[in-house]
């Protein structure tokens, strides 16, 4: 069990995971996961944070052309996002 950090769990330095979406507006925009429940928990669960995302995701609707969520500690692609929708994952080992 991991222990809350002094000051309590920092967005950018303890997430697991992280949003990036393209806009139809042409903005991109990142996002990081929030992968505990309050800031002083004592425990982090990736699943919570991905819930969010995803989440984040399905309330914008067709304003978001493209999503992924990438895995912060390995850089790998979880999740492919395009208007909303979750595309069949593909495999990424060329890109």
Same mark, same amino acid.
């Given at each position: 069990? #991991? #222990?809350?950090?002094?000051?309590?769990?920092?967005?950018?330095?303890?997430?697991?995971?992280? $949003?990036?979406?393209?806009?139809?507006?042409?903005?991109?925009?990142?996002?990081?996961?929030? !992968?505990?429940?309050?800031? /002083?928990?004592?425990?982090?669960?990736?699943?919570?944070?991905?819930?969010? $995302?995803?989440? $984040?995701?399905?309330?914008?609707?067709?304003?978001?052309?493209? &999503?992924?969520?990438?895995?912060?500690?390995?850089?790998?692609?979880?999740?492919?996002? /395009?208007?909303? &929708?979750?595309?069949?994952?593909?495999?990424?080992?060329? !890109?």
């Amino acid at each position: 069990m #991991q #222990q809350t950090p002094k000051g309590g769990w920092k967005l950018i330095r303890d997430s697991f995971s992280k $949003l990036i979406v393209w806009f139809k507006d042409g903005n991109i925009r990142t996002f990081y996961s929030i !992968d505990w429940k309050h800031r /002083y928990s004592r425990q982090r669960d990736k699943n919570i944070g991905l819930y969010r $995302l995803r989440k $984040l995701i399905t309330g914008w609707g067709n304003k978001a052309e493209g &999503a992924e969520i990438y895995d912060k500690a390995s850089g790998k692609r979880v999740a492919r996002f /395009y208007e909303g &929708a979750e595309m069949d994952p593909v495999d990424d080992e060329d !890109d």
